[in-house]
């Protein structure tokens, strides 16, 4: 089973502040990667597709990227409403595993 | 507009049965694979089944192979997961989502307790 390891677990910034979630996967999934925002009581709300395509309708602030077999997601300039939980998603072959999450908080 | 609108869930004991129900409208629901997935309390996100748009393949966690069904119904826009033999791990909020991931439904909570 492919692993996505995600990091932080938590991450606390400043409304304006630049930050960086980050998942590397433990095989090859080329560009077959998603990211997820979460709201408490909420359902997840696809952000990223193909890793770094922006999902119709969220905000341009928000961007996807690749390293080799690391992914990230950014926020150039926090807004408050951001604050919510994260994950990765990779959908390149069953099971499809997600990462362990980033609560990102107020710092 | 899309809509997921998932059903069935509740209050069983250990080793019970249920079946969720998630009805869609607004898209061509025949043309999708669909998937089930889960959130027990306060934990991540955990993918559970797969099924094509044609119920050609279905695939599933290890987690719950050989306990729980995906099925659907494409003349009644319905995707399915019959749960058998429960437990007090099945313990969750249950979420059905479209192939793109870009449609889930607002969840049904499962709670699996004596």
């Known amino acids: 089973d492919i692993q996505m390891t995600q990091s932080p677990s938590s991450l606390p910034a400043s409304l304006g502040d630049r930050v960086t979630i980050t998942c590397r996967a433990s095989?090859?999934?080329?560009?077959?990667l998603r990211w997820f925002q979460q709201k408490p009581g909420k359902s997840p709300r696809l952000m990223i597709y193909g890793a770094t395509n922006l999902a119709a309708g969220v905000p341009s602030r928000f961007s996807g990227s690749r390293s080799g077999s690391d992914y990230s997601l950014t926020i150039s300039s926090l807004e408050s409403e951001d604050m919510a939980d994260y994950y990765c998603?990779?959908?390149?072959?069953?099971?499809?595993?997600f990462g362990g999450g980033t609560k990102l908080e107020l710092k | 507009e899309v809509q997921l609108v998932e059903s069935g869930g509740g209050l069983v004991k250990p080793g019970s049965s249920l079946k969720l129900s998630c009805v869609a409208s607004g898209f061509t629901f025949s043309s999708y694979g669909m998937h089930w997935i889960r959130q027990a309390p306060k934990k991540g996100l955990e993918w559970i089944a797969l099924?094509?748009?044609?119920?050609?393949?279905?695939y599933y966690a290890d987690s719950v192979k050989g306990r729980f069904t995906i099925s659907r119904d494409n003349s009644k826009n319905t995707l399915y997961l019959e749960m058998n033999s429960l437990r007090s791990e099945d313990t969750a909020m249950y979420y059905c989502a479209n192939g793109y991931w870009d449609y889930w439904g607002q969840g049904v909570m499962v709670t699996v307790s004596s």
């Open positions: 099924i094509y748009y044609d119920s050609s393949n279905k």
């Open positions: 998603l990779q959908s390149k072959e069953s099971p499809w595993t």
């Open positions: 095989q090859d999934i080329g560009n077959y």
